[in-house]
């Protein structure tokens, strides 16, 4: 999925215009490549590290375990070219830097002048958080962040989603008799429901649980402190991509919801200072091209603050921005944003363009 959005965002910026391209597989070696406006393409084999070797740059949407299997044997055998990756391995690797351009251009820079050659994409929760609350992190505002995430089918792959709507349509088919009769009483299509995701009948291969209709508040393996690894990249990814000297505390709790590509994220901010509300949507709205900020209101919030609004675009809508019962330094906001896009690939493709900047390309 990741893959197949960055060749969407390529091809709609011509970002293929200057480059010699060559495409790879794990899977359809010697199949029919795509074709980015230079001939046909054959795909290539994605572990021949001969031929990776002679790229000036690769750029890996393959998952984690292609990166371990591969980009090692890689370095070892003297290949000096930029890796880009969409994988969590290398992220917090010393030899690495997280990009997210809005947010640490600078950093990229600096880390490109130094000769670091590995540029990784953030998590896509905290690359949405950051973009979405920009403006208050780049004023030195934010104390702690408590971020409680509702991430979509898509954060989980492509068989995922598939998985999803399979689900979805298990219930529709079992629960649509009940709609069709007019003396169907809700008591009794939300039993018929219920009794379906408790059946066993739902495709559940990869989800491991019913998802249609339900959630699941459990995202990746556990680790210390009853988080999981999802939790844990939270305040581990802020900071790195930050650079922060003092460590700021990100927490809370990952779940997966039945929305198809958008996560959405509902956020507890503590400010170090109390700042006026005008101010705080401000500096918000102001900090990069693609936020949003959307009036409390109950039709604003309905018609843009939703993964129905805003899948397939790069538009991050920040809202539900108000002062908290807790007192005056206490900030709650309500964002979305499409995983595919600067949750995973969009991050990627300005690397790829700030890199050929910086070679003169």
Known sequence: MVGSVLMERMRATDGFSGLEPHFFSTSDIGGRGPDVGQGETVLEDAHDIGALGRLDAA?????????????????????????IDAASTLRMSD???????????????DALAAGIRTYVGGNCTVSLMLMALDGLFRAGLVEWVSTMTYQAASGAGAANMQELVAQMAVIGTGAGPLLE?????????????????????????????????SLIPWIDRAVERGQTREEWKGMAETNRILGTRKTIPVDGICVRVGAMRCHSQGFTVKLNRNVPLDEIEDRISRANEWV??????????????????VSGTLEVPVGRIRKMMMGDEYLTAFSVGDQLLWGAAEPLHRMLAILREHLGR
């Open 292 to 309: 949003r900020v959307v009036p409390n209101t109950k039709e604003d919030t309905l018609r843009h603050l939703s993964p129905a609004a």
């Open 181 to 213: 009769d007019p003396s169907t009483t809700t008591l009794d299509l939300d039993r018929a429901v219920t009794g379906i995701l408790r059946s066993g009948e739902l495709p559940m291969k990869h989800f491991g649980a019913p998802l249609a209709a």
């Open 95 to 109: 030899e690495a830097r997280i990009v997210l351009d809005p947010v640490n251009r600078p950093m990229i820079e």
């Open 59 to 83: 750029i890996s949407c393959q998952g984690g375990d292609y990166t371990s299997a591969v980009y090692k044997k890689l370095r070892l055998s003297g290949w000096r070219g930029y890796w």
